[in-house]
């Protein structure tokens, strides 16, 4: 079975259950098939552009995590939402003069790929709160233009990284080419993986990979994603 995903996004709402409850089958599927079922995978709800009932919807099945690439968009609905339980991630390009507002709101940031950014969070973190979790986005395609680090700064950054304070290194995230087929699909996955083995043999107390989105999150379990990020698969076409 496949999520249905809607035309318009007024219909999304309706289908977040069911997709919900397809999603998460789908990924207890694949952990299994992939030999890992006592390795959970966190499903995180990408929600930007996504209204708030949507969102309010998801939680309401149990939901906790939620994705935004937008820092405005963000606050605004954790405001409108008021909810403490929910864990916030951001997930978008973030720039210098945004970080503050990020490190004052979000609970994670998956997408750290300079010194610079990462020094801010942590002085920009508040100290009455919780750690702020922090992935490298790595360009594992060596895309021209695209975010990220290459691979060969992986180390060298996650070490700086890692010594700072009220920021914690959790792991790893990429946004691969697309690709058709699950062979082709693991391939950038696979590479992920090996960065973060390299990062574990040096000591780096990292657990997480968030790798993985709507049309190849199965690859992504089967290479050893711990977070997958899914946006239309569970709330349909954005606005
Ligand atoms: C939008 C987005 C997603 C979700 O993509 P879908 O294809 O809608 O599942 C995941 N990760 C990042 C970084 C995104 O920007």
Do not use: Y
């Not at 995180?44 to 994705?67: E, M, R, T, Y």
């Not at 914690?168 to 391939?187: D, K, N, S, V």
């Amino acid at each position: 079975m496949k999520p249905s995903i809607a035309k318009h996004p007024e219909q999304n709402v309706i289908r977040v259950t069911e997709n919900l409850g397809v999603i998460r089958d789908l990924l207890a599927q694949a952990a299994r098939d992939a030999g890992r079922d006592a390795d959970p995978v966190r499903l995180l709800a990408v929600s930007k552009k996504q209204p708030v009932s949507a969102i309010l919807a998801a939680a309401g099945a149990g939901q906790l995590d939620f994705g935004e690439n937008f820092v405005q968009e963000g606050i605004d609905k954790m405001a409108a939402i008021g909810r403490r339980d929910l864990v916030w991630h951001f997930i978008g390009h973030l720039q210098t003069n945004k970080t503050r507002a990020v490190a004052s709101h979000f609970d994670w940031v998956h997408t750290v790929d300079r010194l610079k950014v990462a020094a801010r969070l942590s002085e920009q973190r508040p100290p009455e709160r919780t750690d702020l979790n922090i992935c490298l986005q790595v360009n594992i395609d060596n895309e021209a233009g695209k975010s990220g680090i290459a691979g060969s700064e992986v180390l060298a950054l996650a070490q700086r990284v890692a010594e700072l304070p009220r920021i914690r290194l959790r792991g790893l995230m990429c946004l691969p080419m697309i690709r058709q087929g699950f062979t082709a699909q693991r391939e950038p996955f696979a590479k992920l993986r090996e960065l973060f083995d390299d990062l574990q043999r040096h000591g780096l107390p990292v657990d997480t990979l968030s790798m993985g989105m709507s049309d190849d999150f199965r690859a992504a379990v089967f290479e050893g994603s711990t977070i997958v990020r899914i946006g239309t698969a569970l709330f349909g076409v954005r606005q």
